[in-house]
């Protein structure tokens, strides 16, 4: 239950890097997003994190519930599953739609040790993806305990 409320949490923590800043901020959080910029251009321009977001968040919120009302092996294993799945594919595609809508178009990053340049490193969300599907990992190896079906 715990790492399910510290999920939760990392809706309020800065933990998506930008680079350059924007608006003066190099970390944002979820919950700074969409705070600060109109759902509308969020969904038109980063629809694909703003519904990866969503689904993760909303998934944490039935887990917790879950937990209280009825601790369910399957269901509890089937939201941390699907959780991490939607996370992975989150910190693999839905990147570059934040990076386009804060920049207008992926940044390049140059590696001067390589003599190479990178496309699409403005936006890091990789710190809030790796805690997400920690989160989502620790749920699925919660619902193989054997205590939460016994009455």
Request: avoid cysteine; charge should be neutral; aromatic fraction near 12%.
């Amino acid at each position: 239950m715990v790492s399910v409320a510290f999920g939760l949490t990392t809706f309020f923590i800065p933990l998506i890097d930008t680079n350059p800043a924007v608006m003066g901020n190099l970390r944002w959080s979820v919950f700074d997003l969409l705070q600060r910029f109109d759902l509308e251009v969020l969904l038109n321009k980063a629809g694909g994190f703003v519904l990866s977001a969503a689904v993760i968040y909303v998934l944490l919120l039935v887990a917790l519930v879950a937990m209280f009302v009825s601790p369910s092996q399957k269901f509890l294993g089937t939201i941390g599953v699907a959780g991490a799945a939607v996370t992975y594919l989150a910190f693999r595609f839905a990147g570059g739609d934040l990076e386009r809508m804060l920049y207008g178009s992926l940044q390049d990053f140059r590696i001067p040790r390589f003599g190479i340049t990178v496309t699409g490193r403005g936006v890091g969300i990789g710190q809030l993806m790796f805690l997400l599907l920690g989160v989502m990992l620790v749920i699925v190896f919660l619902s193989r305990s054997p205590s939460l079906d016994e009455p």
